[in-house]
């Protein structure tokens, strides 16, 4: 039976990694797929990893039409086995609904990969709806760290190295906008509610003096 199945961590845990390893085991059994993103950090039409690997992918917008571009190429003579589907936290839920539907219908296995909270620590829409319909959702072992070394489970957005929790959900990050730096950083809880970024680490903390006179 084909399946919905939805892979997810915070920033750094090695998702687009992973799908694209997906990509390549699928394609070493045979099978024949396509991948998909939307606003990946690498530019348009590309699926990136942070460890260097990338791959061409169909860019995902408000209006593209999953079960439609699936019934094209079926209907076309092409083979479709699977889909790819990376940065799936920025799909509509109306395009998680038509997945779900293809997995159902037309018994192709998609594999999405996204994050589950935004820098606000709310559910993207997109991931909400993967959580209420993907028959199963799997948590990345590879866990990132806290600059405070303890495991990280919150992606905090910094303008100019301090954390914002305002502003509009989806900004692509590493760029300058208006003259600001911004950039994502992944941080322990604790310190993601105290909005204590590693560059405000280095400028607050100080290591305390030796118990003991020279």
């Known amino acids: 039976m084909a399946q919905l199945i939805f892979f997810t961590g915070p920033m750094n845990c090695g998702k687009s990694t992973l799908a694209l390893q997906t990509d390549f085991t699928e394609t070493q059994a045979g099978r024949s797929g396509r991948l998909f993103t939307r606003d990946d950090r690498a530019g348009s039409a590309l699926i990136s990893s942070r460890i260097g690997l990338e791959r061409p992918a169909i860019e995902v917008g408000d209006g593209f039409d999953f079960w439609a571009f699936v019934i094209h190429e079926l ?3 092409h083979r479709l086995d699977y889909l790819i589907c990376d940065e799936a936290q920025f799909f509509t839920p109306g395009q998680i609904d038509q997945l779900a ?3 159902d219908e037309l018994q192709l296995d998609v594999y999405c990969f ?3 909270t935004d820098f606000r620590t709310e559910l993207f829409p997109g991931t909400r709806r ?3 319909l993907c028959d199963r959702m799997e948590l990345l072992q590879v866990r990132p760290r806290c600059w405070c070394g303890e495991p990280a489970t ?3 957005r910094t303008v100019d190295g301090l954390m914002v929790t305002e502003g509009s959900q989806v900004v692509v990050g590493d760029v300058v906008a208006e003259h600001h730096q911004v950039a994502y950083e992944v941080l322990c ?5 105290r909005r204590m970024t590693s560059a405000v680490a280095r400028i607050t903390l100080h290591p305390e003096p030796l118990p003991f006179d020279e």
């Open 75 to 77: 209907t076309h003579g």
């Open 101 to 103: 539907r293809i997995v």
């Open 114 to 116: 996204g994050i589950l």
């Open 130 to 132: 993967l959580v209420e």
């Open 154 to 156: 919150h992606n905090a």
């Open 189 to 193: 809880r604790r310190h993601h509610r």
